[in-house]
């Protein structure tokens, strides 16, 4: 083989000066033109949507009442009734009375206690 | 008593070394030829390494200010080579998830023996700088193509000039493995 074939000199395309010239004053196309302001737009919409959803949120009244569950609370149905059962020892219930008091809510017990010493 | 001297233009400050509009557009006329060339061999593909050529121009176009022009065609190579490489990967990628169609041109039909025979070696050619590393190819392309000397080339690629003589040998015997002897390649 010859170096000649080996490194052949090819031509470039015709006119190329003249597409240089050309490309050096070239304005951005329309569409260009159109797509910037756009894409600008929507790179601020998502840093607003970014800033907003990792802003620190209110505090959230609701589950605050549920983490202190008072009674008020387990009545309102707002937390979950105290795990366990109510019962009496053998010297108590004597002296006292106990009732379960139904409600419309199954997560809800209420007991009726009463003592009976002072009535003798 | 003042005088007030006309004010030179900035051509004039420089000694006629500014990178200007007419500068540039010599520099293409100069330059395409043999950038055309070395780009070719990276894309197979007339439009695309025309298209890249241009983009080199016009990339130091804008940062004309800042070119010493001293320096300047190292530097345009190198930009072309730059982006002749990354239009390369990208169009690869691309191929790869199926989006462009091969760019290869296709080789005009063989009218005659003659025809295909120059076909074939084209063909064999090209598989056989493909086959060479980018490091080897963008030396033996600029030793080949551009009129660069070893010592501009080094800088254009950030090597010594040395390195530009080890890699073409190493480049030509790994062209001479693949094509066998070529005539008038030392």
């Known amino acids: ?120 | 008593m003042w005088f007030e001297l006309p004010r030179a233009p900035m051509e004039s400050i420089r000694d006629g070394r500014a990178l200007d509009k007419a500068t540039l557009e010599r520099l293409y006329v100069k330059l395409e030829k043999p950038m055309f060339n070395v780009v070719y061999r990276w894309l197979w593909n007339n439009g695309d390494a025309q298209d890249v050529v241009q983009e080199a121009f016009l990339k130091i176009w804008k940062v004309r200010d800042d070119v010493d022009l001293e320096t300047v065609e190292p530097l345009l190579y190198r930009t072309a080579l730059n982006l002749a490489s990354n239009r390369r990967r990208s169009s690869r990628l691309w191929r790869w998830i199926g989006i462009e169609a091969a760019s290869d041109e296709a080789s005009p039909a063989a009218t005659s023996e003659e025809a295909l025979a120059k076909a074939q070696t084209r063909q064999r050619v090209r598989v056989a700088i493909e086959a060479l590393p980018e490091r080897l190819r963008e030396v033996i392309l600029l030793t080949e193509y551009s009129e660069l000397t070893h010592q501009e080339i080094g800088k254009a690629l950030g090597i010594p000039a040395g390195t530009v003589g080890s890699r073409r040998n190493t480049a030509i015997a790994q062209l001479s493995q693949q094509l066998g002897d070529v005539e008038g390649l030392a």
Do not use: C
Request: proline share 8%; no cysteine.
């Open chain 1, 1 to 120: 083989m010859k170096r000649e074939d080996l490194f052949e000199q090819l031509e470039p395309p015709p006119g190329g000066v003249a597409k240089l010239r050309e490309r050096m004053t070239a304005r951005p196309s329309p569409l260009v033109r159109r797509l910037v302001p756009a894409a600008a737009a929507l790179a601020i919409a998502a840093v607003v949507l970014l800033f907003w959803s990792r802003r620190e949120k209110a505090p959230d009244l609701v589950a605050a009442a549920r983490h202190r569950a008072g009674l008020e609370q387990v009545a309102l149905g707002l937390a979950p009734a105290p795990a366990g059962s109510a019962a009496l020892t053998e010297e108590e219930r004597a002296t006292t009375a106990l009732a379960e008091v139904p409600t419309s809510n199954s997560k809800v017990a209420f007991y009726w206690v009463s003592s009976t010493t002072g009535t003798e």
